[in-house]
Every structure is written in C-alpha cells, then in structure tokens.
C-alpha cells in the first residue's frame, strides 16, 4: 500500500534555531498538507499546497513558516526561528482530490524545542 | 461553539460490546465527513467517510444527519484492536481544502 513517508522521526532543536521536516508524498498525490498536534490536544490544519503553490493556511502559519515543493518528489515545511510552543507532532498529509476525500498521513516527526 | 465537538470519553467497555460516539459541527455548509482512529503516538488513519444515506464497513457504521449537525459512529462487537482515539472529520464549506479535526474520543476494549 502507497505511504507517505516523513523524516526525521524526531527532532530535537534549541530555540531560536531553524528546522526543516522533510515528507514524500503519494506519488501520483496532487495535494499536499501539514497538521499539528500538541501532546494532549487535538490535530490542527496548517498549510495546503496545490500546484506549487499554497492553497490555503492557518493563523498559526505566520512568517516563520514555509513549505516548497522544490524535485516534484518531496514536500518540505522549514521553521525559521523555533520557539518552544513549536514542539508538536507534525504530520504530513497528501490526497489526490483535495480535502473532500480523506487524507493519508505520514506517521509523522516528533519536534522538541528546548 | 467549536467548530467540531466529541464526546471527550473515555469509553471503557467490555470485548463484543457494542458503542457509540457522537459528533456535532457548528457550519451547516461544511460538506464532507470522515471518522478517523489515531493510536497513541501515531498519525490519524482513516476508517471512513460519512455519507448522507449513512454507510457500513464490516462492524462499523456512520451515520449523518444534516438537519442537526451531527454525526455517529457504531462499532459493534467490539475487539481489543479497537482501543484507540477516535477522530470526527469535517470538510467546512467555506475552505475547500482543508479539514477540521474534532478533540477525539478515547475507546478503551476491555478483556
């Protein structure tokens, strides 16, 4: 069965410092997401990306956030100045239809910002 | 009112009982639904989606009501493999590509 696949596993970052998670999607997969999810609470939409470009995101998306699609393979989110409430589970998620038609989602890298 | 609301749980139940879990959503123009399970420390997995006329898996069943808002899951003879979070889904209307993820209800199969 297809995967998307997420890498690193877990990081663990000082504040301040930049991060970049990496995620292979589908391949034949035209849309692209990131989620959050904080221990304890519940997962949360960030990004959509469609077309090499971004369809849609969240408040928490602000300028320390970016996503690219730079070899038509991986699908990348960089972190620009980590802070402490950046540590969170953050899942990949790919679809071929857009939202209206279920996700699959990478298992995910754990960020700890200490 | 938040925009996906569940019953925070947890449910404990016995091996072959049957339970139910209950979703309301607060955008009447959202148009797609989905239940997914995420194990602990693990991505959410699909288990299905929802459909006006409601729709069947095996031991699972989702139901939909429009009128009201609400969405249910049935699982019934429940097995130990089913002890995970479960997530209720929503597709709003008004952003075509994104989902809403409810808090989750936690299923605990009993021996």
């Known amino acids: 069965e297809p995967e998307v696949t997420q890498t690193p596993s877990h990081q663990v970052t000082q504040m301040g410092q930049e991060v970049i998670l990496r995620c292979v999607p589908i391949?034949?997969?035209?849309?692209f997401y990131w989620y959050r999810q904080i221990l304890g609470q519940k997962v949360e939409f960030l990004v959509s990306?469609?077309?090499?470009?971004?369809?849609?995101k969240s408040e928490i998306f602000d300028d320390q956030f970016s996503v690219e699609r730079p070899d038509g393979s991986n699908f990348t989110l960089k972190i620009r100045s980590t802070k402490l409430e950046d540590s969170a589970m953050y899942f990949c998620a790919s679809t071929m239809r857009g939202a209206s038609y279920g996700y699959t989602f990478g298992s995910g890298t754990r960020l700890t910002v200490v | 009112r938040k925009e996906v609301e569940q019953d925070p749980g947890p449910f404990n139940v016995p091996e072959g009982a049957t339970v139910a879990f209950n979703c309301t959503y607060s955008?009447?123009?959202?148009?797609?639904f989905f239940w997914y399970r995420q194990d602990c420390r693990k991505e959410p997995k699909l288990l299905m989606s929802v459909y006006s006329s409601g729709n069947e898996d095996g031991r699972f069943t989702a139901q939909l009501n429009r009128a009201s808002q609400y969405i249910s899951l049935l699982i019934r003879d429940s097995k130990l493999s089913d002890s995970a979070t479960y997530l209720c889904v929503v597709n709003p209307k008004t952003s075509y590509d994104k989902v809403i993820f409810g808090p989750g209800t936690s299923l605990s199969v009993i021996p």
């Open positions: 990306f469609y077309n090499n470009e971004i369809s849609e």
């Open positions: 955008n009447s123009a959202s148009q797609s």
């Open positions: 391949s034949n997969h035209l849309y």
